[in-house]
């Protein structure tokens, strides 16, 4: 393994939440009047931290989101992981691997902390990641595509940059990752490779992420 530490994004490569939230988002602002359907959403918003979506809210329109859009948002979506979230498939498998091997691994996520916390609790998840292991866009002033999340992240961890793996799946991320000076491997399972330029590998399932990571 040539790699110091392995730092997971998280919704879409460790739950398969991007099609809950997503569609949940596109709903939530059309109903607000902001026309938007899931595959916008997709485009547009995947892999954001909530800043992100005001912001291009306001750039489009001129208008201001509710104050109260996030907690809305989150109370839909959590209740939505209650019934619905499920692990990615074959994640558990890595997750195994990389503890088995004694290679640090960690989740930096644009979601909140307990964002994270519901998803992983929902889907046995958090069985892998204890508190020092989980880092949230909350943390830093700016999420990604900035790279300041996972440069927190590989501190925290005590990882030069240089040595750290992200495993991520929106452009966002892979976009955060390079400008953090790591290698990115992008997950392909709902992003089209050809939108996750700059990564260094891609795969489409999670067997192929464990045998990347040999």
Partial sequence: MRYDLVIFDNDGVLVDSEPISNRILAAHLTELGHPTTYEDSIRDYMGSAMHRIHDLVLERTGQRLPDDFD???HARVFAAFERELQPVTGVDGVLEKLAADGVPYCV???GSHERIRVGHR???LDRWFTRDRIFSSQDV???KPAPDLFLYAAERMGAVPGRC???EDSPLGVQAAVAAGMDVYG???MTPP????GANQLFSTMGELADLLV
């Fill in 71 to 73: 907690d809305v948002f």
């Fill in 108 to 110: 930096a996520s644009s």
């Fill in 122 to 124: 929902t889907t046995g």
């Fill in 141 to 143: 002033g700016r999420g």
């Fill in 165 to 167: 793996l992200v495993v």
């Fill in 187 to 189: 997950f392909t399972a």
């Fill in 194 to 197: 050809a939108r996750l330029k």
